[in-house]
């Protein structure tokens, strides 16, 4: 995870420096899907709870190497709750406080003329995801860092030469980020499964983006 830290600071920095390049600033909103996350062992040795659809915001730094290839360096950012069932000397529930950071590096191919009103796009997300867990219930609290990867596709309105509008659907998975060793306060890590489920999130939405370059 560090070597990815430090790839995508390099690469901000390699593009930042470089005065060849069009410059994009991404603005972000959407509404992210509801998806469940589950792992069973046996009747005693389990968990199960669903990740609640709400809003996502973020933003993103984009670099066009070409007219019609970018790549953008982005932060998405969404609150939300995660009723989860569990076992711990019988079974339990928790309604979990879910904070997900995703930090990204997107590429995208555009489709259409650059000069024209609408521009179609479509790209790979590739990154971390930070997600900060708390149970109320107990007062457990943790951040794991995982693996996050993602898929986009959708359109840019132009409003003018410098400012567009963004329509956007989007697949965002963190891999491994939910386990059940993270709901118990009490037990430790002996007290519940150490099995992790992966979980993916569908979002619809749309944002701003404004062009610095020629």
Do not use: C
Not at 126 to 150: C, Q, R, V
Request: avoid cysteine; proline fraction near 2%.
């Amino acid at each position: 995870m560090k070597r990815l830290i430090s790839s995508i600071i390099l690469l901000t920095l390699f593009f930042t420096t470089s005065k060849s390049q069009n410059i994009q600033i991404n603005l972000y909103s959407a509404y992210a899907f509801p998806d469940a996350f589950d792992s069973y062992y046996d009747a005693s040795d389990y968990y199960n709870g669903k990740i609640q659809g709400g809003f996502q915001w973020g933003g993103g730094l984009e670099f066009l190497v070409k007219q019609d290839y970018g790549i953008e360096l982005l932060y998405y950012r969404e609150d939300t709750k995660a009723p989860t069932y569990y076992w711990n000397g019988g079974e339990k529930y928790s309604n979990l406080d879910l904070g997900i950071n995703y930090i990204m590096v997107g590429g995208d191919r555009y489709f259409g003329q650059p000069s024209g009103r609408a521009q179609g796009y479509g790209g790979l997300l590739l990154g971390m995801a930070i997600t900060s867990i708390k149970n109320p219930d107990t007062g457990n609290s943790t951040t794991p860092t995982k693996f996050a990867w993602g898929i986009r596709g959708g359109a840019v309105i132009w409003a003018s030469e410098k400012v567009g509008i963004k329509l956007q659907i989007q697949l965002l998975s963190a891999v491994q980020a939910m386990g059940g060793g993270l709901y118990l306060g009490t037990g430790g890590a002996s007290a519940g499964v150490s099995a992790y489920s992966t979980f993916y999130q569908f979002g619809l939405g749309g944002g701003l983006t404004f062009k610095l370059g020629h």
